[in-house]
């Protein structure tokens, strides 16, 4: 991944090292981002969802990029497949609302289309809202990802 002159003359790291950062931001990253993947998964079911859910996992990525140095973070994701799973969100998305569109429903059918519905209440009771969410999940937090390198990178 290229990194600006600026970064690149600082070695990839932030000006400030400090022992404490890593150590906590190394403790606190997993727990961040599995509450990340929480309030992907629940987002149909509690306040929240896709969009909160991706912020927090992609805030969580920048926090490591940050906390240790940008190769560090950009090995957790590299910038190239930052930019897949970003299409690779919108894709999703896209592909399922025309499952409707294929059985013969409207796009982005849910019921009607065939997806299950099961209990309300339950994890997997909005059929395909719950993909729906993941997918724009995976979006947010690759976006989120993808804007943090272009700035670092523009950084003169």
């Known amino acids: ?42 987002g149909h079911l509690s ?43 919108a894709l999703g998305y896209a592909l399922t609302g025309l499952v409707g569109v294929f059985v013969g429903s409207s796009y982005l059918a849910n019921r009607i289309a065939g997806f299950p519905m099961g209990q309300p209440g339950e994890l997997f009771s909005a059929g395909a809202i719950l993909v729906i969410t993941v997918f724009v999940g995976i979006k947010v937090a690759s976006t989120i990802v993808t804007l943090f390198y272009y700035i670092i990178e523009g950084e003169k």
């Open 47 to 89: 306040p929240g969802g896709s969009f909160s859910g991706g912020a927090i996992f992609g805030a969580s990525l920048v926090l490591l990029a940050l906390s240790f140095n940008l190769e560090a973070g950009a090995r957790q994701i590299p910038h190239h497949a930052a930019s897949l799973l970003e299409s690779g969100g």
């Open 1 to 42: 991944m290229p990194l600006s002159d600026l970064t690149r003359s600082r070695g990839g790291k932030i000006p400030i090292d400090d022992q404490i950062v890593r150590i906590t931001s190394r403790l606190v990253v997993p727990f961040i981002q599995v509450y990340g993947i929480y309030v992907i998964l629940n």
